[in-house]
């Protein structure tokens, strides 16, 4: 479904992304895992061209991805930024309807409204809030709910437990899980790898711009090398 191939990615003189080469298939919940500056970040900001990378390519369904941001999303994936980055000064509704901004269909993106609420019931209590005013995870709830807006099939999801109380990041991971259920297939970028590897059917392990382990999330989840530097003495 998403291919990466290879994969360079400068910020001037740095070298971001050395050569790195992943796969995601449809239904599937793919993880990233990997220390700050890894590249995590970067790697998904590539994927939806929000940057530019020097060598290699990225396809989705056998086609190279489009060159950006708007087309991709119209392509049917969709980000969701670390930082949650919503529209702070509209409100929840409002948010909801700027994530549908690339379709038509209002019968159904009256629908998908009430879907979001039905998957997220605290934004249909806080509909008319100004975004901004929302807790952290409520923030966090309506930037995955505003990228589920636009009805992707892949959404990418970067740092969606950062800052959140220990309770909420159980809430976020199972969002994560139903919202796989709803027959989307997910990328996820997490520091909190024992959370990512204990939902996802797959992972990556990112190092300084390269992936120095992949497979099965299970199999990444019992290395000892990964438990030692990301798990400690978790077990998943």
Do not use: W
């Amino acid at each position: 479904m998403l291919k990466v191939n290879n994969l360079h990615v400068y910020y001037g003189g740095i070298h971001a992304l050395k050569g790195v080469s992943l796969e995601v298939n449809k239904g599937e919940i793919v993880s990233i895992i990997g220390s700050n500056g890894a590249g995590k970040s970067t790697l998904l900001n590539a994927i939806s061209g929000f940057l530019r990378y020097k060598e290699g390519e990225i396809l989705y369904h056998n086609n190279k991805l489009a060159p950006t941001p708007n087309k991709i999303v119209k392509q049917g994936i969709c980000h969701v930024p670390e930082g949650r980055l919503i529209f702070a000064n509209l409100s929840v509704y409002d948010n909801l309807i700027m994530g549908s901004y690339i379709r038509n269909d209002k019968a159904k993106i009256k629908e998908d409204i009430e879907k979001m609420y039905t998957l997220f019931p605290r934004l249909k209590e806080r509909e008319k809030q100004i975004a901004g005013t929302l807790s952290g995870g409520e923030q966090q709830m309506l930037a995955i709910a505003r990228g589920l807006m636009s009805s992707p099939e892949i959404i990418l999801l970067d740092e969606p437990s950062l800052g959140l109380a220990p309770l909420l990041v159980q809430t976020v991971f199972d969002i994560i899980t139903d919202i796989r259920k709803m027959g989307k297939t997910i990328l996820l970028v997490e520091q909190n790898a024992f959370k990512a590897l204990s939902i996802a059917d797959k992972a990556y392990v990112l190092e300084q711009g390269r992936i120095i382990m992949e497979g099965e999330a299970k199999e990444i989840a019992e290395n000892p090398r990964i438990r030692e530097a990301y798990l400690g003495s978790k077990k998943v």
